[in-house]
Antibody
Framework: EVQLLESGGGLVQPGGSLRLSCAAS????????MSWVRQAPGKGLEWVSA????????YYVDSVKGRFTISRDNSKNTLYLQMNSLRAEDTAIYYC???????????????WGQGTLVTVSS | QSALTQPASVSGSPGQSITVSCTGT?????????VSWYQQHPGKAPKVILY???NRPSGVSNRFSGSKSGNTASLTISGLQVEDEAEYYC???????????FGTGTQVTVL
């Protein structure tokens, strides 16, 4: 069964850092582009970042550019999101999701993980 | 990277058909067929129900259909059922920014 399992969320102070992980099972991570999507409490979905299958190409929404880094360890079948200089507005559930293709772009994200909650507060 | 525009809410009675619109620009919705729709029940992760404007993934009911005209995409749910009550989001790729973008979301209520 194809599954994604996020971890690493938690409470962090403004200006702090967190690293999220997304463990993939049932498929080979290196053959798919992957994305991170977030959802602030009671709000809509926001696409955050994408990585090509090799990890050689990465993309970010402007609000996280320079602060967040998407990466992957294909040998561990795991995707990461390193989040630095966190702000209150980064508070959200963070989902990882698989694309159909090796390369970005794509619009079909399937499956999604269950999400991990990041709370930025003092 | 502005969100695509959707109505905040749409409602219908069981068995009826409803349509949810998603308006973007020529750089996203109107520029290609990378348009998808996601269904999200409370406390759950989103689930893709349509991709490439009108294609349904395996296992998704054929009561869900999609179309596009110009810069506006549409999701139609026919034979509305109680379990269709959820939040629906459209999504597109933006060729001007090379980024993904979601719609503002539409709460579908079954009366």
């Amino acid at each position: 069964e194809v599954q994604l399992l996020e971890s690493g969320g938690g409470l962090v102070q403004p200006g702090g850092s967190l690293r999220l992980s997304c463990a993939a099972s049932g498929f080979t991570l290196s053959t798919y582009a992957m994305s991170w999507v977030r959802q602030a409490p009671g709000k809509g979905l926001e696409w955050v970042s994408a990585s090509s299958g090799s990890g050689g190409s990465t993309y970010y929404v402007d609000s996280v550019k320079g602060r967040f880094t998407i990466s992957r360890d294909n040998s561990k079948n795991t995707l990461y999101l390193q989040m630095n200089s966190l702000r209150a507005e980064d508070t959200a559930i963070y989902y990882c999701a698989r694309s159909r293709f090796l390369e970005w772009p794509d619009n079909c994200f399937d499956p999604w993980g269950q999400g991990t909650l990041v709370t930025v507060s003092s | 990277q502005s969100a695509l525009t959707q109505p905040a809410s749409v409602s219908g009675s069981p068995g009826q058909s409803i349509t949810v619109s998603c308006t973007g620009t020529s750089s996203d919705v109107g520029g290609h067929n990378f348009v998808s729709w996601y269904q999200q029940h409370p406390g759950k992760a989103p689930k893709v129900i349509l991709y490439d404007v009108s294609n349904r993934p395996s296992g998704v009911s054929n009561r869900f259909s999609g179309s596009k005209s110009g810069n506006t995409a549409s999701l139609t749910i026919s034979g509305l059922q109680v379990e269709d009550e959820a939040e629906y989001y459209c999504s597109s790729y933006s060729s001007s920014s090379s980024l993904g973008v979601f719609g503002t979301g539409t709460q579908v209520t079954v009366l």
